[in-house]
């Protein structure tokens, strides 16, 4: 069990990660007047300089790869821009998965996190989702409800701007939205097709301003949210909470700072942060009053795991992982053949979606479908 080391650094309040939740955090803390020192395990993000504006993977020295020449994420479309930093593979953090199983692991080494190309799709939970086994006998309740957890749902949906319209489904709660994107071609015909059906299609909900909101330009539809936008038309806590964060004078970062273990004093509260500076392979320390770990999922699991059982009595840490699973089906619309070209500028990804349907049924596939729909017309593809 590694020791306390006195002369390590003092902090108040240390957070380890600086996406979503890591970025909240010290947005939160850094408002309320606290010091805060934020260890991130990727590099700087400087989006004059990362983000491309509007540039095209020709127009670039390194082409459609990544500036180390490996090709990320979606291959060329996310590839050319330093930004997203998201990986499959990292080199220096393999990982192993249990015999006969597959798990993919996408991590992001950047500040920001995946928020900085994420869809940026910004759903509630509904009310059975707190509440499965009282539902239908499956899984385990929350210890809380739906109504417990909308006032937070509204504070987020009104910083961080999220278009979508409130259509009273039940599976899909209404929040505070923008207008929506006008519908494309081919997502009015789905829309009518699955009116046929029976089938709910209504505008995607996705934390994408089309209008001016808190000093930020609305949306120009130019597609590249995958790599962000100096407008900052799209959420990412790199943009929107971290760099207001250092205006206030009371954050310091420290970059490219890989946590290694969490360690505690003799009262048993964390007291020490062990991290690797992975510019220099070198172990270093700081002592805090309070830590915030925000290193994503799996990544805070085994900060946890490393830690000497710390937070884990019930011994489930790191157990139990769960990840959307999902198919894709493609098809041609006839209707649409021959057609001339028309416009498909947009937001990245779908204007429209299909909340969760058929989640009530009752049979032995529980809870239905969730479908998030693609497409284009005949003009050149969006590029991310
Ligand atoms: C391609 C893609 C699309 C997605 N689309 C959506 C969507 O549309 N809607 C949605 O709700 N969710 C979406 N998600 C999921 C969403 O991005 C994540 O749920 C969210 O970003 C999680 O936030 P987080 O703060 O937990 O972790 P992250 O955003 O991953 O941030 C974790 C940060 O911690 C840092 N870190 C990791 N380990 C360490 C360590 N040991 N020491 C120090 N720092 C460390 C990382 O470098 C990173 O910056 C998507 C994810 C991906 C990859
Ligand atoms: S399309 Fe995406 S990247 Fe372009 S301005 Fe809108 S939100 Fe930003």
Redesign the pocket.
Known sequence: MAQILKSAPFHNVVV????????TAVHTLTKLGVNVLL????GPLNPAKDFKEHLMPWQVPHRGAGEDGRFY?GGMKDGFSAAPN?YWEIAGEPYTVAPGNKFDW??????????N???????RFADYDFKPYSTDGLGTDWPISYEDLAPWYDKAEAFIGVHGTREGIRSAPDGIYQPPPAFRVHETLIQRAGAKLGLPVVAAR?AMITKAHNGRAACHYCGHCGRGRLTASAYS?SQLQIFPALKTGRLKIVQH????ELIRGTDGRVAEIS?VDKTTRQEKRVRCRAVVL????C??A??LLNSNGLANSSGVVGRNLTDTVGLTVSGHVPALEGLMRYDTDGIRGSHVYVPWWLYDRKNEFPRGYYIKLGGTGFAAPQVG
């Open positions: 380890i990660g600086s996406g979503a939740g890591g970025g260890l991130e395990a990727g994420f998201g996408f991590r992001s080494r950047i500040l920001g996190g995946r928020t190309h994420y869809g940026r799709i910004s759903l996705k806590s700072a890989m946590v290694r991290y925000a290193a994503s999922a990544e805070s085994r900060i």
